[in-house]
């Protein structure tokens, strides 16, 4: 079992369940304050748990366990003991990973001084979307000496509310940034925010390249100053962007450049490095025509923290468990950094700064390409001569008969994915359909192939705001907006809005 992190508080005051608490355990556990969370790709919940001293006999010890439930699907979380007697080798957060046999449940121990006390429930579990609208239920187990352990289940809500909040809190994949906007309402996108494409426009054919300069490796660009730096990302760029300009007919319709750093120094120096070197470099690309100033995007992820997270995931490294424990839960503002240096005597950071951080130091690039045909200028030559595409344009034609987001537009945006799955249009759309249903993993296989694509930044970006990736959401919808796509000006406006 992973250890999940719970934060458990026993307070020695004399208070009374609240009268809105839901009960469980034959009605001696009150629940309330719940809070159900979706930050990054985890599901957080957090409720206050009431009960009286004599809830059990001498003796006896009585195990929480939340349940969430949806039809044959079901997900217990982390249980909690009540009025267990070993408390204290639960408590040493290094000695866990470093002694994987001992146990992770936590222990309430029993306080004879107070008449009612509660404690405050909080773990995190992986999001899956069939949680949304689940039923929530209480296992309680029943032990004690000379009788078999009984087990009590109680319905305790029969749909949760998920709420999403910005992931700088839980989630690794942030990129370092801390904002703390207030939680979305729902999982679900507004049928406004997406943008959907239509197939029956295309009259000349679309490219997109993408790569990756690092800038650690034995050139050092990362290093170099402000003018050898922008002179070495220029050369890298037009040396790839040249053998597809070489083909007649070729222009280039869009360039976006995204950075990526590592935690190295002051994370708000960082921030403002970073974004200054991102005008400059841009202000570079343009004096030197790499393309107007309508179709160059240059961003910045001062920290990229996602990467590091799937990075030392994927390693051997030692503690490798307590390192992505931290990520996930210490903030950057808060000492994520010193917490990894001090664990270990230092040597997990060590190793990171040695082979996870140059690996992160990166550019990435995607540049689209126009390509018209040599019949482009007859109006019956086009993308839609191929059978396929004409099918898929009379697909398209035929959703838009019905209400967006409605069954029988949803049903003929997924046929139109399976069908053509290799096609763009098909798949950012179905993509789009996903998100207003609010299936945030279906919508994110229909677009894991087309992340590179301008056309499905818009949409990219959405999926990411509803995830809580507040980072990685904004740097896809203002490269969205740079293309002009009006969804992405809107769902910007309201990201700002929630962050105020």
Aim: proline residues 3%; hydrophobic residues 35%; contains cysteine.
């Amino acid at each position: 079992m992973k250890f999940q992190k719970l934060a458990l508080m026993i307070l020695a005051l004399s208070l009374g369940c609240a009268a809105t608490a839901q009960t469980a355990y034959k009605g001696q556990l009150y629940v309330n304050k719940e809070k159900f969370t979706i930050q990054g790709n985890l599901l957080r919940v957090q409720l206050r748990v009431s009960y009286n001293d004599n809830v059990l006999n001498n003796g006896e010890t009585l195990t929480f366990t939340p349940v969430l439930k949806n039809g044959y699907r079901s997900k217990s979380l982390s249980s909690v003991i009540i009025n267990g007697t070993e408390r204290g080798k639960f408590e040493d957060r290094k000695a866990y990973f470093e002694d994987r046999i001992r146990s992770n449940v936590p222990v309430v121990t029993k306080d004879n001084r107070h008449g009612t006390r509660y404690f405050i429930y909080d773990t995190t579990i992986p999001y899956v979307d069939w949680m949304h609208g689940a039923a929530f239920f209480v296992e309680s187990e029943e032990r004690g000496w000379g009788h078999k352990p009984h087990v009590y289940e109680d319905e305790v809500f029969k749909n949760i509310v998920i709420s999403t909040c910005p992931a700088s809190t839980v989630d690794p994949s942030v990129g370092g940034t801390t904002r703390a906007g207030r939680c979305f309402s729902s999982t679900i996108a507004k049928t406004e925010w997406i943008q959907f494409l239509d197939p029956t426009r295309a009259t000349s054919t679309e490219l997109a390249i993408s790569g990756t300069i690092p800038l650690s490796d034995s050139r050092k660009i990362g290093e170099m100053g402000t003018r050898k730096f922008d002179h070495a990302i220029y050369d890298e760029l037009k040396k790839n962007l040249d053998v597809q300009l070489r083909i007649p007919g070729t222009v280039v319709r869009n360039v976006s450049v995204v950075g990526y750093g590592a935690p190295i120094g002051n994370f708000k120096k960082n921030e403002v490095k970073s974004s200054e070197r991102a005008l400059k470099l841009k202000q570079f690309l343009m004096n030197n025509h790499t393309t107007g100033s309508d179709g160059l995007t240059v961003t910045w992820v001062p920290e990229d923290w996602d990467s590091i997270y799937s990075l030392v995931d994927k390693s051997d490294m030692k503690l490798r468990g307590a390192v992505l424990d931290i990520i996930r839960t210490v903030d950057v503002t808060t000492g994520r950094e010193d917490e990894l240096k001090m664990l270990g005597d230092g040597s997990p950071y060590s190793f990171m700064q040695h082979y996870i951080f140059p690996e992160v130091c990166r550019i990435k690039y995607t540049a689209v390409f126009q390509r018209q045909s040599k019949e482009a200028g007859s109006a019956n030559t086009t993308f839609n001569d191929n059978p396929r595409s004409m099918s898929l344009s009379q697909m398209y034609v035929t959703a838009n008969n019905f209400r967006i987001g409605s069954k029988e537009f949803n049903d003929i945006m997924d046929l139109s994915a399976r069908l053509f799955p290799d096609n763009a249009e098909a798949n950012i759309n179905a993509a789009g359909s996903a998100l207003i249903r609010g299936n945030l993993s279906q919508a994110q296989q229909y677009l894991k192939d087309w992340e590179t694509d301008p056309r499905a930044y818009n949409n990219i970006g959405v999926m990411y705001m509803i995830k809580g990736n507040l980072a990685k959401a904004d740097v896809y919808l203002k490269m969205a907006q740079a293309e002009g796509v009006e969804q992405a000006s809107r769902v910007l406006e309201y990201l700002h809005n929630i962050e105020k």
